[in-house]
Each structure stands twice: as structure tokens, then as C-alpha cells.
């Protein structure tokens, strides 16, 4: 008897664990063409903690004909290692760091193994490679891994939906993600990596990441609204590549994508990268702009 009520109360402790999972990120509601759609904020990177997520998502998921992702980064591995053959390494003949004065490229070695990354092993890496792979170490440094990141969880969740056959689509493409930020010149790249490296001996880096991550767990408006507003006027060459590239460029048209998911179908999930969802570029605003109805849900 005294097993059977332990049993119980252990179940019912993780039944009631799974309903009050946290909210974490953004989560809008999308309405038009007599259609919904869920717009979710995730990051790229988690914890073990953020599973399960919360009921909102997974209902809205199961009841999704489509997940849509930036990327799938389950359909294709070849096709993602092609693209980072292509743009994210220097080509046979090409100089790499060697072209660099001497004194920077010591300079640069020296930052990078501080930093934990041989410079001999990523040398045939672009320079924007290695700005990812820092970011990577600095969320690692603070308990979170990319094996665990809430877009590829989603997509393990909609794989696993039999009964309804979620379809996972992909807004972007490898190739696309790796050719724009290769479309950096060299140059540009190098003074990127540059601006990184010092970022991370004062702290600035990891304390932005941490910001963020604490900002997606508590799903706090109110932060995620200031990191924007850093964002817009952050004018050094890592705050202008963030916005201009990696964000303003691709938000107009992942919009675009959105809208028409949104006329096509009911009940389809969208998520990406929360900052792809905050300020006045974000695809929230966006989509208002198309003249689509958007509430936020947290």
C-alpha cells in the first residue's frame, strides 16, 4: 500500500511538473486569411532543464500540419558540411592568416588559444567559422550545449508526431546562412574575429550571452525589449554585422515566408531565433506591416 501511494504521488508530481513547465522565449499568436499560426522565439543552444517545454508549445506543435525552422539541421548533414566546405573555409591555394602581418596573426593565435581553440587545427577556417565557434564556447561556459538546442528539439517532437505527420520546413538553407556571412570580405571577417576575441578577454561577450539566455528563460519582455534596443545602436562592427546581416537582411524575407505559410494553412509553428522576433525589424512587426493580425502571448 505504502509503495502504491509513493507511486502515485511521484506520478502526480510529474504530470503536475510537465503542466507548470516554464514559459521561456516569445511566443506571438499570428491570424489572418481565417488561419493561425504560432510564432515561437528559441535559441539555438540548451539544458536539459527546458524539457519538457511548456503545454502551449507542445499543444500548438501537435496540432501542426508544419514545423517551420530557419533550418532542419536533421534532413541534410551532407548538404550542411558542403556548405561550410564552400564558405566556411579557405579554398587550396588561398593564404588564410598567412596573408596577415605578422605581429596580427600572433596576436590573433595567441587570443584564440586563451580562448581554448588550436590555431593550427581551425586554420583552414574563415575567420567568421571561428567567431561561431567562440560564441559556441562561451555558451558552453555557462552549462549550456548545442546537442540540446530548442530547435532541434522541436524537430524531434514534430519527427515523432505519427498520428498527425507534422512536416518540418525550412525557411533558410545552409547555403544561404554560410554564403551571407562569407560575404564578408576577408578583411571584414578578420576584423571581426578580432573585435570577438576582445570582447571575450573583457567579459563583454559572455555577459551579453548570459543576458540573453536569462532573458529567453524568464521570457522577460522587458529585458528582451532592451537587448533590442542595445542592438539598433550598437555601432561597432559586431553590433552592425548582427543587425545588418544577420537580422534586418533576413527577416524581411523569412517574413515574407511567414505570411504565406499563414494564407495556405492552419495551425503551422514557425520558430527561429529569438532575436529574429524583437524591435522594430523583428518579423512580429513585419507581419503587422503586411497587415496581419499578431498578439503576444508572452
Known amino acids: 500500500m505504502r509503495r502504491s501511494i509513493i507511486v502515485v504521488f511521484l506520478s502526480f508530481f510529474l504530470l503536475a511538473a510537465q503542466a507548470f ?11 489572418g486569411n481565417g488561419h493561425v499560426l504560432h510564432l515561437y522565439g528559441t ?7 527546458y524539457y519538457p517545454l511548456e503545454p502551449r508549445i507542445r499543444q500548438a506543435l501537435a496540432a ?32 588564410g592568416a598567412a596573408s596577415l602581418q605578422p605581429e596580427r ?38 552549462g549550456y550545449s548545442p546537442a540540446l538546442g530548442v530547435d532541434d528539439h522541436l524537430s524531434q517532437l514534430a519527427q ?15 547555403h544561404y546562412q554560410a554564403g551571407l ?8 571577417q578578420w576584423r571581426l574575429l578580432e573585435e570577438t576575441l576582445e570582447n571575450m578577454e573583457s567579459g563583454q561577450q559572455l555577459r551579453e550571452t ?30 552592425k554585422t548582427t543587425r545588418e546581416l544577420l537580422l534586418d537582411e533576413r527577416n524581411g524575407p523569412m517574413a515574407d515566408k511567414v505570411a504565406a505559410l499563414l494564407a495556405r494553412e492552419n495551425n503551422t509553428v514557425v520558430a527561429v531565433g529569438l532575436l529574429h ?22
Open 21 to 31: 513547465a516554464a514559459e521561456r522565449g516569445a511566443l506571438f499568436k499570428v491570424s
Open 43 to 49: 535559441i539555438h543552444v540548451g539544458r536539459p532543464d
Open 64 to 95: 501542426a500540419p508544419t514545423l517551420a525552422l530557419e533550418i532542419d539541421a536533421r534532413r541534410d548533414p551532407a548538404a550542411i558540411a558542403e556548405a561550410f566546405r564552400l564558405h566556411g573555409m579557405f579554398q587550396a591555394g588561398s593564404p
Open 105 to 142: 596573426r600572433q596576436r590573433i593565435e595567441a587570443a584564440l588559444k586563451k580562448q581554448g581553440l588550436d590555431p593550427g587545427a581551425v586554420a583552414q577556417f574563415k575567420p567568421w567559422v571561428l567567431v561561431t565557434m567562440l560564441a559556441v564556447i562561451d555558451a558552453t561556459k555557462l
Open 160 to 174: 515523432a508526431n505519427k498520428a498527425r505527420k507534422t512536416r518540418v520546413a525550412e525557411l533558410e538553407t545552409m
Open 181 to 188: 556571412l562569407n560575404r564578408l570580405p576577408d578583411e571584414a
Open 210 to 239: 548570459r543576458e540573453l539566455f536569462e532573458a529567453y528563460e524568464r521570457a522577460d519582455q522587458k529585458a528582451l525589449d532592451a537587448i533590442a534596443r542595445r542592438i539598433e545602436d550598437d555601432d561597432t562592427l559586431t553590433g
Open 277 to 298: 522576433l524583437l524591435g522594430k525589424g523583428g518579423l512580429p512587426e513585419l507581419l503587422r506591416k503586411r497587415g496581419i493580425r499578431v498578439e503576444r502571448v508572452y
